[in-house]
T-cell receptor, first 116, second 111 residues
């Protein structure tokens, strides 16, 4: 358990409204990520963060912004939600294996967003 | 061509069967490889890393063939609880951990 929570877990909203999803971690991980998962696609990276106030775009960042004002929180904002942003959103952190130093990612429980 | 390709399945097998999943990746610079498991309506969870020498964890064996850019996962003595979607994941080694996910292979184990 990597100590990651996401809120809300489910949300229904209307087209054109702003929406903010929150990812919270308790173990001081430097790297945090936002992904979306849709049928027929693998998880796709939206944005990631490599420290407080340090963020960068992923492959599907259009229509999304992020903020990280504290190590433990990484917020994803849909500036003006569209139906194409209906998806399941996962937050993740990077953690290294103690034995090998290899890094991998651990995921939060996800947020199901429906944009009507 | 997709960066990571998997057969979507579903693979329907009886309990106790051995089943193998394959995955190909396109970026030869990839350094790290993983299999994740995802249950319906849940988050992906790390199943195991994949090493060039092959590695085993109980009933699960993962292998990597760098020359062919091919990764495999073998599950022996399948259990009902193995029913899930298995995601092949590749780290593109771009300076930060950029993981590329396959779309997954669905496994259904029946009694």
């Amino acid at each position: 358990d990597a100590g990651i929570t996401q809120s809300p877990r489910h949300k229904v909203t209307e087209t054109g409204t702003p929406v903010t999803l929150r990812c919270h971690q308790t173990e001081n991980h430097r790297y945090m990520y936002w992904y979306r998962q849709d049928p027929g696609h693998g998880l796709r990276l939206i944005h990631y963060s490599y420290g407080v106030k340090d963020t960068d775009k992923g492959e599907v960042s259009d229509g999304y912004s992020v903020s990280r004002s504290k190590t433990e929180d990484f917020l994803l904002t849909l500036e003006s939600a569209t139906s194409s942003q209906t998806s399941v959103y996962f937050c993740a952190i990077s953690e290294s294996f103690k034995e090998t130093g290899e890094e991998t990612q651990y995921f939060g429980p996800g947020t199901r967003l429906l944009v009507l | 061509r997709k960066e990571v390709e998997q057969d979507p399945g579903p693979f329907n097998v009886p309990e106790g069967a051995t089943v193998a999943f394959n995955c190909t990746y396109s970026n030869s610079a990839s350094q790290s490889f993983f299999w994740y498991r995802q249950d319906c309506r849940k988050e992906p969870k790390l199943l195991m890393s994949v090493y060039s020498s092959g590695n085993e964890d109980g009933r699960f064996t993962a292998q990597l063939n760098r020359a062919s850019q091919y990764i495999s996962l073998l599950i022996r003595d399948s259990k009902l609880s193995d029913s899930a979607t298995y995601l092949c994941v590749v780290d593109l080694n771009t300076g930060f951990q950029k993981l590329v996910f396959g779309t997954g292979t669905r496994l259904l184990v029946s009694p």
